[in-house]
């Protein structure tokens, strides 16, 4: 009877302190999988957050890109403005300098004009210019002063005016030779060649001919064509034989060969 009563009161202890282990590992998996629900809902917010954020990101990248694309094609077309507008400037500075020039060759020649030009006359006899108009003479004065003060330009005018109104005057041969000189000091190479054979053509019997053809040669000697140039040489020995150019022509044609 003791030993049942006994057996009973170890059963009831034996119960007591299992369950409540029991309940404790009921608990446990029920906090386990809460805790577990708890992190599959946190990743997923990180999850979602993380995408969100790189949308974002890939937004803004391509913005920045979008702007530097932007940027990149204003400043090509401002560069191709900057470009436009200077070579727009250059040419503006070119015409504003040939006119410059050309007024400054105006006024060099009225100069020149003042200085030296005879006051007009109201009437000269046959054959004399008429009123107001320069004679040959001041105008070569006139063109002679100018060359000598380097305004190239001003003096081919009054030569050329001598030329062009005067062809038959004795200084006429002198002008076109003047003016192929103005040329050649002014460092225009075929237009002072050009020149000279004007001069050849115009005026072959006048003593500038063969001086210009020796002028010429040594001009083609300069530009390395000694093939023309020998034929201007040639041209003095046999045109112009008792001329003072002919020397010098028959000394270049033998340093020639």
């Known amino acids: 009877m003791q030993q049942s009563k006994v057996s009973r009161t170890s059963k009831v202890a034996l119960v007591a302190l299992v369950l409540p282990l029991a309940l404790g590992a009921c608990a446990m998996k029920s906090d386990v999988r809460r805790l577990e629900n708890e992190i599959a809902t946190t990743r997923a917010r990180q999850d979602s957050i993380a995408r ?92 002679t002063t100018a060359l000598a003060e380097k305004s190239y330009a001003v003096a081919r005018d009054y030569f050329d005016e001598i030329v062009t109104d005067h062809p038959r005057h004795e200084r006429a041969a002198d002008a076109a030779y003047q003016t192929a000189m103005a040329f050649q000091q002014e460092g225009d190479t075929a237009q002072a060649i050009a020149s000279y054979d004007k001069v050849v053509q115009a005026y072959p019997s006048s003593a500038r001919a063969p001086q210009a053809l020796l002028n010429a040669g040594g001009l083609l000697e300069a530009k390395r064509d000694r093939t023309k140039a020998r034929q201007y040489y040639n041209k003095i020995v046999t045109a112009y034989p008792d001329s003072d150019a002919v020397a010098a022509a028959r000394t270049r044609l033998r340093n020639l060969r």
């Open 52 to 143: 969100e954020n790189a949308r974002r990101d890939q937004a803004l990248l391509d913005s920045v890109r979008a702007v530097a694309e932007s940027d990149r094609i204003t400043r090509g077309q401002l560069l191709g403005a900057v470009n436009q507008l200077s070579e727009q400037l250059n040419q503006v500075a070119i015409l504003m300098g040939v006119s410059q020039q050309r007024l400054q060759q105006l006024i060099e020649r009225q100069q020149v004009q003042e200085q030296l030009l005879q006051p007009p006359v109201a009437s000269r006899g046959a054959g004399g210019a008429a009123a107001g108009q320069a004679d040959p003479d001041s105008l070569y004065r006139a063109g």
